[in-house]
């Protein structure tokens, strides 16, 4: 089955500044990659996702990056703000059925 | 949202009894999941489901069992709690198109004494 690695497992970043998060995931059969955040208390929900057939995905101030070769992706946040202070968790998709294998998850802390 | 409920919401039990989480969804989708979110562990596939009454098992499916007898409930029971099953239980959903977004229930908080 897939295995998915994350990490850090745990992030501080100053309030402006980026994070990035990565993954390497073992299926090169995969093709799906979702990202979720999770603020405390709180459900998982999706902030981004990118397939097989794209290296690069943006939305404001999110961006994925995915490299097939190397079964590596990382997401990528800019001007950090307090609000995205959460858990974060990378996603591949495995076998039939729309499974997805988690990573562990990142807890990102933005400093004011 | 998507229209999915988890029930209970809280639930305390002891050692050796059956538990029974519900997952109750509005969508008509075709799949269904169970996972348990421990820290350190993320969120990990117990049992899943792609069809009224077709269930399989996920990566840590040892001492839970499910059921699907309508599109809109999954079952998730615990068949005899051990201390060990101490975790947060998420149901997610997805739609029939394939991979896509999974839309989370709010969680259950289940503890084992």
């Known amino acids: 089955g897939e295995n998915v690695e994350q990490h850090p497992s745990t992030l501080s970043v100053q309030e402006g500044d980026s994070a990035v998060i990565k993954c390497t995931y073992s299926?090169?059969?995969?093709?799906?990659f979702p990202w979720y955040k999770q603020e405390l208390g709180k459900r998982p929900q999706l902030i981004i996702d990118?397939?097989?057939?794209?290296g690069e995905k943006k939305d404001q101030r999110i961006a994925v990056t995915l490299n097939k070769t190397a079964k590596h992706f990382s997401l990528h946040i800019t001007e950090t703000q307090p609000e995205d202070s959460a858990v974060y968790f990378c996603a591949a998709n495995s076998g039939g059925y729309q499974k997805v294998t988690f990573g562990i998850g990142t807890k990102l802390q933005v400093i004011p | 949202d998507a229209g999915i409920t988890q029930s209970p919401r809280h639930k305390v039990t002891e050692t050796g009894t059956p538990v029974t989480l519900r997952c109750h969804q509005t969508e008509n989708h075709r799949y269904m999941y169970w996972y348990r979110q421990d820290p350190g562990h993320g969120l990990r596939l117990i049992h899943y489901s792609y069809g009224v009454k077709d269930t399989d098992k996920g990566e840590v499916s040892d001492g839970y069992s499910v059921s699907r007898s309508k599109t809109e409930d999954f079952l998730l029971t615990l068949e005899s709690a051990t201390s060990s099953q101490t975790s947060v239980y998420f149901c997610a959903i997805t739609p029939d198109r394939g991979n896509t977004e999974a839309f989370f229930g709010q969680g259950t908080r289940l503890t084992v004494v």
């Open positions: 299926d090169s059969a995969s093709n799906y």
């Open positions: 990118i397939r097989s057939n794209v």
